[in-house]
């Protein structure tokens, strides 16, 4: 009886694993790297071994990588690259010397091109010559529903974490400092009917040029994450520069948006700006960035921003307003919407909200303690400027031109030569305490000169 059941058991067991045979050939391929003991000992050489990116994982041990991985064509579809420790910061792609396979400097930490639901996942990427994790697509081309998760980027030129001319997608749990552009960038996004939304949450961005850029950025929800410590906050924007102009239809929801007073353009900065606005047309005056502004909507159609707590920048906490040279960039259809601004009175922002006056279809309701910028010269009072939702079609000039007085402000803030000299415009203030993190404008970055 004992033997027969001792038979019937084994028998059982070898069926089982004939059986669970096809299972385990389902399973995902695996490229380990480390510096020391393993097959791969670059990140690109695994990635070069990949026959198919949807069966494939890549393993990042611990350890810093002087390397630039490319990752291109639809072959890497599906394909993952994480790292094996539960902390990115144990898997460091360095940019310091780093290079790509050629020879040539490495501009980015991963370089993704035309790949669909490429996952990145508990990486950093720092101090590259432009970006930390870039995922984009030619003309014609794709990537859809990629993935970069728990990954760190810091001071990368450019930008952090970057998708470009893709659809869907996320970027989740993240950490992004020190960029001369903007922690977290989703810009170029190809118009849809069934638009695949992309997901920004539980993120943080600070000590950058900008927390979030986006330019012609869409279907783009922002939600659940802080933006604090930046020369400004939130940027969707229009510009020539890219495809499918205009930034629309997005989503800036229950964020904290604090303390964006940032004056890189000082000489101590430990970030250097890239690049800036270019000139007014006909002219040699130069554009730059805002600083000291929790949110700008630049030339956007269709953004919502509800829900956030916007307290602490010393000259705007939202501002939305058009390009004049640019038609296709026109401030309508945005929505502020039960935003607490100030910190219930105890850090205020200079002024809640800044509106030009261009476009149409903006409204302001239920947002908390709001203080409204209206010039003294301004051409239009505050009804007109900052109506109530839905706004009255009687609101907004239509066209790219706003209220004389509004852009006055405004364009004498963007062109301040030196441009340091915007924080000449700010209301300071000492912070209360929040969440154990230091403002930014108490640190000596030098004088204006």
């Known amino acids: 009886m004992r033997i027969r059941l001792g038979i019937a058991a084994a028998m059982l067991t ?32 695994a990635v070069n ?40 910061r144990k898997a460091v792609l360095e940019g310091k010397n780093a290079h790509v396979r050629g020879g040539e400097i490495a501009q980015n930490g991963i370089d993704g091109l ?121 940027v969707p924007n229009t510009l020539d520069s890219e495809l499918f102009e205009p930034a629309a239809n997005g989503k800036i929801r229950d964020n904290d948006i604090f303390w964006n007073n940032f004056n890189y353009f000082l000489p101590k900065s430990p970030v250097e700006v890239v690049g ?51 038609e296709d960039a026109l401030n309508q259809n945005n929505q502020f919407v039960d935003n607490k601004m100030g910190r219930g009175g105890t850090d205020k922002n200079r002024f809640d909200f800044f509106n030009d006056g261009s476009g149409g279809g903006n409204c302001f309701e239920g947002n908390t303690s709001s203080t409204f910028d209206v010039t003294q010269n301004a051409e239009h009072g505050k009804g007109y400027l900052y109506p109530s939702c839905p706004a009255p ?6 066209t790219v031109d706003g209220d004389n007085g509004q852009f006055g402000e405004l364009a004498g803030y963007v062109t301040k030569n030196p441009p340091c ?13 929040f969440k154990g993190i230091t403002p930014i404008d108490t640190r000596d970055f030098g004088k204006c000169k």
């Not at 004939?18 to 510096?35: E, H, I, L, S, Y």
């Not at 990042?60 to 902390?87: C, M, N, W």
């Not at 916007?310 to 004049?324: E, Q």
């Not at 000299?421 to 305490?433: A, G, I, M, T, Y």
């Open 14 to 45: 070898l069926a089982g694993a004939v059986f669970a045979a096809p299972a385990m050939a389902k399973g995902k391929d695996k490229f380990t790297v480390c510096k020391h003991g393993c097959r791969y000992h670059s990140i690109q050489s």
């Open 49 to 88: 071994h990949v026959d198919k990116g949807k069966n494939s994982v890549v393993r990042v041990k611990p350890g810093h990588y002087h390397e630039g991985v490319q990752v291109f064509g639809h072959r890497y579809d599906g394909l993952l690259i994480k790292g094996t420790a539960k902390s990115a």
């Open 114 to 234: 035309n790949v669909d639901k490429l996952k990145i996942k508990r990486l950093w990427a720092r101090n590259y010559a432009a970006n930390g994790f870039f995922i984009h697509a030619d003309p014609g081309n794709h990537c859809h529903g990629f993935t970069m998760k728990k990954d760190l980027a810091s001071f990368n030129r450019s930008y952090g974490m970057f998708a470009k001319h893709c659809t869907g997608g996320s970027i989740t749990r993240s950490k992004g400092w020190g960029h001369g552009d903007s922690a977290f960038y989703i810009g170029e996004t190809p118009p849809q009917k069934n638009p695949d939304w992309t997901e920004i949450a539980h993120v943080k961005g600070y000590e950058n040029v900008l927390g979030y850029s986006g330019t012609n950025s869409k279907y783009v929800d922002i939600h659940d994450s802080m933006f604090f410590n930046n020369g400004a906050g939130v």
């Open 276 to 326: 800036g606005l270019g000139t007014i047309p006909g002219t040699d005056t130069e554009i730059y960035y805002p600083t000291g502004v929790g949110i700008v909507l630049f030339g956007s159609d269709g953004w919502v921003v509800r829900d956030n707590r916007i307290f602490g920048n010393f000259f705007w906490g939202a501002a939305t307003f058009s390009d004049p040279f640019n």
């Open 393 to 398: 079609s009687s609101s907004g000039s239509g």
């Open 421 to 433: 000299k915007q924080e000449e415009s700010w209301v300071r203030h000492p912070h209360p305490e």
